[in-house]
């Protein structure tokens, strides 16, 4: 079953205090790690996560220590609540790459 989409005003107070930015249908992250080493453990951290939750973000490694997550529902056609539980779960990641 496709999960509902949420509104804007649901979207919007999502994203209050969190790191994520809306563009159009889609959360997105950047984030900049201590090199490329690190960049790839944390996609392969990253893909771990998805595949347990059967929920995949786009992964984009740009420069050379930077990642960027992208989410959406793509069945439902925009964002739900599950895109925002996938962030928080890679929000909690992304904080043991923090030194």
Not at 25 to 35: A, F, G, P, S, T
Not at 52 to 69: A, C, E, F, R, T
Request: aromatic share 6%; charged share 25%.
């Amino acid at each position: 079953m496709t999960p509902p989409l949420l509104t804007d005003d649901e979207v919007a107070a999502r994203l209050l205090g969190i790191p994520w930015n809306r563009e159009g249908k889609q959360i997105v992250r950047d984030i900049k790690l201590e090199n490329f080493d690190e960049a790839v453990m944390l996609v392969d951290r990253v893909a771990e996560i998805a595949s347990s939750v059967d929920h995949h973000p786009d992964i984009l490694i740009h420069g050379w220590n930077m990642v960027k997550l992208t989410l959406s529902t793509h069945s439902a056609g925009g964002l739900t609540e599950i895109d925002f539980d996938m962030a928080a779960r890679l929000d909690a990641l992304i904080q043991q790459f923090r030194r």
